[in-house]
């Protein structure tokens, strides 16, 4: 976690700990009950980091601990003899690991040489299958005798012979011993068959699941089923497991045309997490945002997001790196996720805190402070104007004004901020709504006379309610 950057290690470290602490519970408590947090750290805190995490959100929710391996042992990190540091880590946790259900994702891995097999004659009767190795199968297919084929293609034998391994997937087997103890009934029976019909391929169809082909009692497993879609692309798949090393980006300072030097996450290390614990149109919440890489990938990944950021790069970084994503941009995980642009999100600034630590009104606020959540807490829409007069708009026929710091003009202690009469009938466009609502101190008026004008009073602050 490197949201606080100034802290020395030494001196501060129980600062930094117990400044974590209470915005970890809150972010657990913004987490929907089958939600993922994800955190990134270096090995300095990350022992005390898993302590906290594990305090908050109970240790049999901790899901799993990452090591994203974020540089290779060149540069002057790899001069100093002893180990070179390469490696973050990410922890993970369920908000309750019952209700929890992480995706399946799968990672692109080299090709598997124990496929060493190609069927011959794959368009005749599976029963008369014939093997050729697959070196020799791939020799023909080149044109190239089998013993000079590795020299004449050179750098390029192993990327070339993927392609014709991932081309006729459907044709490549390895054949293994299946586990006759540990089989059905129906496999052992298929073994048995096969063992007494050596010169015959033999297939066991089987309801919902994986045909088998057995021959001589070896089992024949097929590459296709190795295939992963990944990306858009049919490549070689492995389950994803908890060491992350194919995420390492050499155009990272480039990713989003944002300068953020040291800070910066690569698009496809969030693109991973995003993948792993959610669906198009989930929220992903990051409240450290940086240069707006989980609002970028959240976006390009179809997912709806909140970025909180404290520092002015939100301006200068995240909200024009977020534009150009809406525009279409083809940096980071463009390509992979398919993204040609499109949708839109709102730029918020936070005012002043309206409440205080114990949800008493501050009294400090200024008048477009209060107008602004007034206005919000009774339309759950941002007040456009404005806010300087006491008439904050209509909305559904109803108009709402505020009287508070002497709006009317009357700066004395509470001047002009309890309705009168005479205040009354000095606000602006007063006869001209159906309904009205009008926040104030109080109010001289008596019911008869509200009831005959249709105004609804709200005394501050008892009745300025929280969002
Ligand atoms: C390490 S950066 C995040 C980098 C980001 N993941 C990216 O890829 O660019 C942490 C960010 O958290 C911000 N931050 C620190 N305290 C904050 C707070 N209380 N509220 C919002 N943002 C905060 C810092 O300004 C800094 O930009």
Same mark, same amino acid.
């Given at each position: 976690?490197?949201?606080?950057?100034?802290?020395?290690?030494?001196?501060? +470290?129980?600062?930094?700990?117990?400044?974590?602490?209470?915005?970890?519970?809150?972010?657990?408590?913004?987490?929907? /009950?089958?939600?993922?947090?994800?955190?990134?750290?270096?090995?300095?805190?990350?022992?005390?980091?898993?302590?906290?995490?594990? /305090?908050?959100?109970?240790?049999?929710?901790?899901? +799993?601990?990452?090591?994203? #391996?974020?540089?290779?042992?060149?540069?002057?990190?790899?001069?100093?003899?002893?180990?070179?540091?390469? @490696?973050?880590?990410?922890?993970?946790?369920?908000?309750?690991?019952?209700?929890?259900?992480?995706?399946?994702?799968?990672?692109?891995?080299?090709? %598997?040489?124990?496929?060493?097999?190609?069927?011959?004659?794959?368009?005749?009767?599976?029963?008369?299958?014939?093997?050729? &190795?697959?070196?020799?199968?791939?020799?023909?297919? @080149?044109?190239?005798?089998?013993?000079?084929?590795? *020299?004449?293609?050179?750098?390029?034998?192993?990327? #070339?012979?993927?392609?014709?391994?991932?081309?006729?997937? +459907?044709?490549?087997?390895?054949?293994?011993?299946?586990?006759?103890?540990?089989? =059905?009934?129906?496999?052992?029976?298929?073994?048995?068959?096969?063992?007494?019909?050596? %010169? /015959?391929?033999?297939?066991?169809? !089987?309801?919902?699941?994986?045909?088998?082909?057995?021959?001589?009692?070896?089992?024949?497993?097929?590459?296709?089923? *190795?295939?992963?879609?990944?990306?858009?692309?049919?490549?070689? =798949?492995?389950?994803?497991?908890?060491?992350?090393?194919?995420?390492?980006?050499?155009?990272?300072?480039?990713?989003?045309?944002?300068?953020?030097?040291?800070? #910066?996450?690569?698009?496809?290390?969030? #693109?991973?997490?995003? $993948?792993?614990?959610?669906?198009?149109?989930?929220?992903?919440?990051?409240?450290?945002?940086?240069?707006?890489?989980?609002?970028?990938?959240?976006?390009?990944? !179809?997912?709806?997001?909140?970025?909180?950021?404290?520092?002015?790069?939100?301006?200068?970084?995240?909200?024009?790196?977020?534009?150009?994503?809406?525009?279409?941009?083809?940096?980071?995980?463009?390509?992979?996720?398919?993204? $040609?642009?499109?949708?839109?999100?709102?730029? @918020?600034?936070?005012? %002043?805190?309206?409440?205080? /630590?114990?949800? @008493?009104?501050?009294?400090?606020?200024?008048?477009?402070?209060?107008?602004? +959540?007034?206005?919000?807490?009774?339309?759950?829409? &941002?007040?456009?104007?404005?806010?300087?007069?006491?008439?904050?708009?209509?909305?559904?026929?109803?108009?709402?004004?505020?009287?508070?710091?002497?709006?009317?003009?009357?700066?004395?202690?509470?001047?002009?901020?309890?309705?009168?009469?005479?205040?009354?009938?000095?606000? &602006?466009?007063?006869?001209?709504?159906?309904?009205?609502?009008?926040?104030?101190?109080?109010?001289?008026?008596?019911?008869?006379?509200? *009831?005959?004008?249709?105004?609804?009073?709200?005394?501050?602050?008892?009745?300025?309610?929280?969002?």
């Amino acid at each position: 976690m490197q949201a606080f950057e100034n802290y020395d290690d030494n001196l501060e +470290h129980s600062i930094w700990l117990s400044l974590l602490y209470p915005r970890f519970e809150l972010l657990r408590e913004l987490l929907s /009950e089958d939600g993922t947090m994800f955190v990134h750290i270096d090995d300095n805190e990350l022992g005390y980091l898993t302590v906290i995490l594990d /305090e908050i959100f109970g240790r049999k929710n901790r899901t +799993h601990t990452v090591a994203f #391996k974020q540089g290779s042992a060149t540069g002057h990190k790899a001069i100093n003899p002893g180990m070179v540091n390469t @490696c973050n880590f990410i922890l993970s946790y369920a908000k309750n690991k019952n209700k929890w259900q992480p995706k399946k994702v799968f990672t692109e891995r080299l090709r %598997d040489d124990r496929y060493n097999q190609f069927i011959e004659n794959f368009e005749e009767d599976y029963k008369s299958w014939r093997l050729l &190795p697959l070196s020799q199968a791939f020799a023909d297919h @080149c044109g190239i005798p089998k013993r000079e084929l590795k *020299k004449a293609l050179g750098d390029v034998f192993e990327r #070339k012979i993927t392609t014709f391994v991932t081309d006729n997937a +459907h044709r490549v087997i390895q054949s293994v011993r299946p586990d006759y103890n540990n089989v =059905g009934e129906e496999i052992k029976q298929a073994i048995d068959f096969s063992k007494k019909n050596p %010169d /015959e391929v033999h297939l066991l169809e !089987r309801n919902r699941l994986t045909d088998m082909y057995f021959k001589g009692g070896q089992r024949w497993i097929f590459y296709r089923e *190795k295939l992963k879609n990944i990306d858009g692309k049919l490549v070689t =798949g492995e389950p994803l497991t908890t060491f992350w090393a194919d995420l390492l980006s050499n155009n990272l300072h480039k990713e989003g045309d944002v300068v953020f030097p040291k800070s #910066k996450k690569p698009e496809s290390l969030i #693109k991973r997490v995003i $993948e792993l614990s959610s669906d198009e149109g989930d929220i992903v919440l990051d409240s450290f945002l940086g240069s707006g890489t989980t609002a970028a990938v959240a976006q390009k990944m !179809r997912r709806r997001f909140i970025g909180i950021e404290l520092g002015n790069h939100a301006v200068t970084h995240c909200q024009p790196r977020l534009k150009r994503v809406v525009d279409g941009e083809q940096g980071g995980v463009s390509k992979a996720v398919n993204w $040609e642009g499109g949708g839109g999100f709102h730029f @918020c600034t936070l005012g %002043d805190a309206v409440f205080d /630590e114990y949800g @008493c009104l501050n009294s400090e606020i200024k008048f477009p402070t209060l107008a602004s +959540h007034i206005w919000y807490l009774e339309t759950k829409t &941002p007040l456009g104007s404005k806010a300087d007069t006491p008439l904050l708009g209509a909305h559904n026929d109803t108009a709402y004004y505020l009287l508070y710091n002497g709006i009317l003009g009357d700066r004395r202690p509470a001047g002009g901020n309890v309705l009168t009469s005479k205040v009354l009938n000095n606000l &602006p466009d007063i006869d001209k709504h159906e309904r009205i609502v009008i926040y104030g101190e109080s109010s001289r008026l008596g019911e008869a006379r509200l *009831k005959q004008a249709n105004i609804t009073f709200k005394q501050i602050p008892y009745d300025v309610g929280t969002l």
